[in-house]
C-alpha cells in the first residue's frame, strides 16, 4: 500500500490541484457526473475557489509519497466572513439549465448561511472534497479534514465553526459521521427541465445537496 503524505497547499501547488480536479473532481463527483459538465463550464468555479483558497492556510492536499508524489486528494476550503460581498457563482448563468441548477443551489445554500448562523461572523468553508477513485476507502477525506484545523490559524482567522454543502452521499456520510450538523437540505426535484424531467439525476444514493456545520472550538 502506498505511503501518503499531507500538507497544507501553497499557490505554487496550484497548478497540480487544478489539473487534478479536472482529471478527478470533474469526472467522479456526483453532479458533475450527473449533468456531464465540461471542463469549460467547470474551470470559472474551480479558478475562482483556488483564488480565494490558495492564499490562506486551510487547504490541504494528500500525496502518494514523502511529499513528492501525484496528489491523490485535494480539500479546497476558503475563509468566509459576514461582511463579505454578495456570493455570486460563475456557473450561475451558463448555457445548459443543468448546469444552471447546479449554480442556483449553490448560491440558495450559500445565501442561507448567515440567517442559519445568526451569531457567526466568520467560518471555514470547505469548497471541494476529492479523493482519486483507486484511493478511496482509505480515509484520506477525513484525514485532510483533521490537517486544516490548526488551532494557531483557526484563531489567527477568527474561525467559530466550519461549514460545507456536501453533494455527494459519500461526503454526507462522513459529515454525519464527523458529528457535523445538517442545517439545509435542497432537494434535487426542484429542478426541473421543460419537459418536467429532474435535471440532475445522480447515479448514487445522492437525493439532494445539504449544508452541514460544525461549531469550533
Same mark, same amino acid.
Given at each position: 500500500? &502506498? %505511503?501518503?503524505?499531507?500538507? !497544507?497547499?501553497? $499557490?505554487? &501547488?496550484?497548478?497540480?490541484?487544478?489539473?487534478?480536479?479536472?482529471?478527478?473532481?470533474?469526472?467522479?463527483?456526483?453532479?458533475?457526473?450527473?449533468?456531464?459538465?465540461? %471542463?469549460?463550464?467547470?474551470?470559472?468555479?474551480?479558478?475562482?475557489?483556488?483564488?480565494?483558497?490558495?492564499?490562506?492556510?486551510?487547504?490541504?492536499? /494528500?500525496?502518494?509519497? @514523502?511529499?513528492?508524489? &501525484?496528489?491523490?486528494?485535494?480539500? *479546497?476550503?476558503?475563509?468566509?466572513?459576514?461582511?463579505?460581498?454578495?456570493?455570486?457563482?460563475?456557473?450561475?448563468?451558463? #448555457?445548459?439549465? $443543468?448546469?444552471?441548477?447546479?449554480?442556483?443551489? /449553490? $448560491?440558495? !445554500?450559500?445565501?442561507?448561511?448567515? $440567517?442559519?448562523?445568526?451569531?457567526i461572523d466568520t467560518v471555514l468553508e470547505l469548497d +471541494?472534497?476529492? *479523493?482519486?477513485?483507486?484511493?478511496?476507502?482509505?480515509?484520506?477525506?477525513? @484525514?485532510?479534514?483533521?490537517?486544516? @484545523?490548526?488551532?494557531?490559524?483557526?484563531?489567527k482567522y477568527g474561525v467559530q465553526g466550519f461549514v /460545507? #454543502?456536501?453533494?455527494?452521499?459519500?461526503? #454526507?456520510?462522513?459529515? @454525519?459521521?464527523?458529528?457535523? =450538523?445538517? +442545517?439545509?437540505? *435542497?432537494?434535487?426535484?426542484?429542478?426541473?427541465?421543460?419537459?418536467?424531467? =429532474?435535471?440532475? =439525476?445522480? =447515479? &448514487? %444514493?445522492?437525493?439532494?445537496?445539504?449544508?452541514?456545520?460544525?461549531?469550533?472550538?
Amino acid at each position: 500500500m &502506498d %505511503e501518503l503524505s499531507y500538507s !497544507i497547499a501553497t $499557490e505554487d &501547488d496550484r497548478k497540480e490541484i487544478r489539473e487534478f480536479l479536472m482529471k478527478h473532481f470533474l469526472k467522479e463527483e456526483t453532479m458533475n457526473v450527473a449533468t456531464a459538465i465540461t %471542463e469549460e463550464e467547470f474551470a470559472p468555479f474551480a479558478d475562482k475557489v483556488l483564488d480565494i483558497a490558495l492564499p490562506t492556510p486551510f487547504t490541504v492536499i /494528500c500525496r502518494n509519497g @514523502k511529499g513528492n508524489g &501525484d496528489i491523490v486528494g485535494v480539500a *479546497v476550503s476558503t475563509i468566509y466572513r459576514r461582511d463579505d460581498p454578495e456570493f455570486v457563482d460563475p456557473l450561475a448563468s451558463p #448555457q445548459r439549465p $443543468e448546469i444552471a441548477a447546479i449554480g442556483t443551489i /449553490c $448560491e440558495d !445554500i450559500h445565501h442561507s448561511i448567515w $440567517e442559519l448562523l445568526p451569531e457567526i461572523d466568520t467560518v471555514l468553508e470547505l469548497d +471541494l472534497l476529492s *479523493v482519486a477513485s483507486a484511493y478511496h476507502r482509505r480515509g484520506i477525506a477525513g @484525514k485532510m479534514l483533521d490537517k486544516r @484545523k490548526s488551532p494557531e490559524f483557526l484563531k489567527k482567522y477568527g474561525v467559530q465553526g466550519f461549514v /460545507c #454543502q456536501a453533494s455527494s452521499y459519500a461526503n #454526507q456520510m462522513l459529515l @454525519k459521521k464527523r458529528k457535523d =450538523q445538517e +442545517l439545509m437540505d *435542497v432537494p434535487f426535484t426542484r429542478f426541473t427541465g421543460k419537459n418536467g424531467a =429532474q435535471l440532475i =439525476q445522480p =447515479q &448514487d %444514493e445522492t437525493m439532494s445537496v445539504k449544508l452541514f456545520w460544525k461549531p469550533y472550538p
